[in-house]
């Protein structure tokens, strides 16, 4: 099943979270989203949940995210975040 990532990089945390979505334009709505809580400035608080595993939710404080992507996933390469080396 392919499905989109969305991954938050906070700052000074070396582990990004993610959150899935089943629809390439979900997934884009939601990166948007995200963008402009970081570039609105205001701290709040983002809750986030995942299409992929029900019930996973993460909540984060907008003004610590340092970074947002979105990527296509297929379940191979569901565990490697795009962009990111991970050891």
């Known amino acids: 099943m392919l499905m ?3 991954e938050i ?3 000074n945390n070396p582990i990004a979270l993610s959150v ?3 629809e390439q334009e979900n997934a884009e709505v939601l990166y948007r989203e995200i963008a402009s809580a970081i570039a609105d400035g205001n701290p709040k608080i983002l809750e986030l949940t995942c299409e992929k595993q ?3 939710k993460v909540s984060v ?3 610590e995210i340092s970074a947002v992507q979105v990527s296509e996933k297929s379940g191979a390469s569901a565990n490697m975040g795009a ?3 991970r050891g």
Do not use: A, C, H, M
């Open 83 to 85: 962009g990111f080396i």
């Open 54 to 56: 029900e019930g996973k």
């Open 61 to 63: 404080l907008t003004s």
């Open 20 to 22: 899935q979505r089943k």
């Open 4 to 6: 989109y990532t969305v």
């Open 9 to 11: 990089t906070l700052r």
